[in-house]
């Protein structure tokens, strides 16, 4: 099971807190695309966070179950 997280704009856009997935082994790749495509989260920008931890490469990154995929919103500060 992989959970999912959305905060700011993406809680928005989704109208959900999150939601879960039953797979795993999967690349985050291809739930971004899933997602994207489900949301129409392409005009919305984001960061990834796995398990509390910011992804740079999600081209590379591989779903373990128990997962927790975060899609947060920019970070303004100062």
């Known amino acids: 099971m ?9 809680a928005e856009k989704t109208k959900s807190q999150g939601e879960e997935f039953s797979f795993s082994n999967m690349p985050l790749q291809d739930l971004l695309s899933v997602l994207k495509y489900k949301y129409e989260l392409d005009l919305l ?8 931890k910011i992804i740079q490469d999600t081209t590379n990154y591989i779903l373990k ?10 970070f303004a500060g100062g």
């Open 2 to 10: 992989i959970a999912v997280k959305y905060f700011g704009a993406i």
């Open 45 to 52: 920008s984001f960061s990834v966070a796995i398990n509390q």
């Open 65 to 74: 179950s128990n997962d927790i995929v975060a899609l947060l919103p920019p």
